[in-house]
């Protein structure tokens, strides 16, 4: 008989009652340290003060009044990530992959209203992961994702990932864009080299093709800086983020150059959530927090513990780890044995961490995870791979 929950996940036996900052902490008193914090979502910990805060004075108020009106909310945290990025313009959303449909129907819009409507197809990446709507899975590809789904949405050409030459052949006079994840999340923390993304920008500018980032998973600080296309010192034109701008709250958005937004005018696209006064309200929150140079200065500062620290696990269970990669509070240890035994093990110590493809068990905490904590996480993981090859 199917069970009442649509059985499209694999779940661990156990559930969570309540969270403080990195622990989940289950009906039992039992406390898992939480090092994927709900996959990149729960950026500043579990029932973090500051966003229970925003949230329960807006929903003491007003939850939803639909974008026929004006959202002050949505207004201010629009201003917010504005202020603090490329952009000039925002569309909010309720996941990545509403993100997705936008920035793809944005870029083929924009050639559209500029009279070349054959500008249409748009070039992504082996290992990509864009969210699983029709869009969303064309768009990357992969069969695991896309079999048995199609038709599919036509229109994307499918290339390695970081293959510049094959990006340079691949670019003709029907690109409308390219569309890339800085550190691929799903496909198992790899990171594109700043000199790639730096060639993906300049192959753009010369032949007028949009380049569209995917900074889902790997951006709102996550790198130790507000977006990790900074790193590179370049600006995409359109960008999707989610994930880590809610904090747990569905939010994502669409943020984009006032050029690469020209095409969408009043009545182009929608929602009926997206940008609702709850979602805003913690999201502007967030950005307040994060945005900060000091708080990211401190998300540096723990990644290069935690990093340091996991160089020793690796280095202390050779047979269970292969190395480790990704940059800042987005790390990828790739695995000898299964990752998913890695990730059991992990559970039966009571730490939580998130799998990928790649054989790479992911390590997201959240940004304002502890020194302390640190240490435990590490101390924890230790004590896991032990099991898996006792010495
Ligand atoms: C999670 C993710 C998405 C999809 O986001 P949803 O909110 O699950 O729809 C898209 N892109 C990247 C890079 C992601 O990590």
């Not at 989610?242 to 994502?252: D, T, V």
């Not at 890695?342 to 493809?357: R, S």
Request: with cysteine; glycine share 12%; proline share 5%.
């Amino acid at each position: 008989m199917i069970p009442s929950v649509l059985p499209t996940y694999n779940r661990a036996p156990f559930a969570f009652e309540r969270g403080e900052g990195s622990w989940l902490i289950t009906a039992d008193g039992t406390r898992y340290l939480d090092l994927g914090a709900g996959i990149g979502v729960t950026a500043l910990g579990h029932a973090n003060p500051e966003l229970v805060k925003a949230l329960t004075a807006q929903a003491e108020k007003l939850w939803h009044t639909s974008n026929l009106y004006q959202i002050p909310n949505q207004q201010r945290l629009a201003d917010l990530l504005v202020e603090h990025t490329f952009a000039d313009t925002a569309f909010f959303t309720n996941s990545g992959t509403e993100a997705a449909e936008l920035a793809i129907k944005m870029a083929r819009k924009y050639w559209y209203e500029k009279g070349q409507p054959e500008r249409v197809e748009i070039i992504t990446f082996e290992g990509a992961f864009h969210g699983r709507s029709s869009a969303a899975i064309a768009a990357a590809g992969s069969e695991k994702m896309t079999k048995g789904f199609g038709p599919l949405l036509p229109g994307f050409v499918h290339l390695p990932f970081g293959d510049h030459e094959a990006v340079q052949k691949a670019v003709t006079d029907k690109t409308a864009a390219v569309l890339i994840e800085p550190i691929q999340g799903e496909g198992g923390i790899r990171p594109l080299p700043d000199a790639c993304l730096k060639g993906l920008r300049d192959l753009c500018d010369s032949t007028g093709t949009l380049l569209i980032l995917d900074e889902v998973q790997c951006g709102m600080g996550r790198t130790g800086r507000l977006f990790a296309h900074e790193w590179a010192g370049i600006t995409p034109d359109i960008m999707m983020i989610a994930k880590g701008i809610g904090g747990g709250f569905p939010l994502g958005a669409v943020l984009a150059t006032e050029e690469a937004a020209s095409g969408m005018t009043a009545g182009t696209h929608g929602s009926t959530y997206g940008g609702n006064p709850l979602g805003c309200a913690v999201g502007a929150r967030v950005m307040e927090i994060v945005a900060d140079q000091a708080f990211l200065a401190e998300v540096s500062r723990k990644a290069a513990l935690l990093r340091q620290r996991l160089e020793g696990l690796v280095a202390a269970h050779p047979d269970v780890f292969e190395g480790i990669r990704g940059q800042g509070l987005m790390l990828g240890l790739k695995c000898r044995l299964p990752n998913t035994d890695v990730v059991k093990a992990g559970y039966a110590e009571h730490i939580l961490t998130v799998g990928a493809a790649d054989n790479v068990v992911r390590v997201l905490p959240a940004l304002n995870i502890t020194e302390d904590e640190i240490a435990e996480a590490v101390a924890r993981l230790d004590r896991a791979a032990t099991t898996l090859v006792p010495a």
